[in-house]
Nanobody, 120 residues
């Protein structure tokens, strides 16, 4: 399995931006569907965005459409989540995940998470 490490979280005011990065180890990075999840205190984990192996298909949680952008650099083994126009309700721990096509996220690889806090 691929090893994942997130970075880029922090504290930002509402309306601000952050870019999360997820560095992956392993030479098979391009074989994985990559996703960003988040979990706020007392809430279920939710899939924020994912990107296919080739990077040509992306999908987003309705509440972040138009504000967040997922992208990947297969050569650099990195996936990004650009977050603009942040809102206090975006506050959560954000996790990077990787799964093989057709497999569930729970059977994939996960990072340890990075905290994003948006102040009002």
């Amino acid at each position: 399995q691929v090893q994942l490490a997130e970075s880029g979280g922090g504290l930002v005011q509402a309306g601000g931006s952050l870019r999360l990065s997820c560095a992956a180890s392993g030479r098979t990075f391009g074989s994985y569907v990559m996703g960003w999840f988040r979990q706020a205190p007392g809430k279920e984990r939710e899939l924020v965005a994912y990107i296919t192996r080739s990077g040509d298909v992306t999908n987003y949680l309705d509440s972040v459409k138009g504000r967040f952008t997922i992208s990947k650099d297969n050569a650099g083994n990195t996936v990004y989540l650009q977050m603009n126009s942040l809102k206090p309700e975006d506050t959560a721990v954000y996790y990077c995940a990787a799964t093989l096509r057709g497999s569930s996220w729970d059977r994939g690889s996960w990072g340890h998470g990075t905290q994003v806090t948006v102040s009002s």
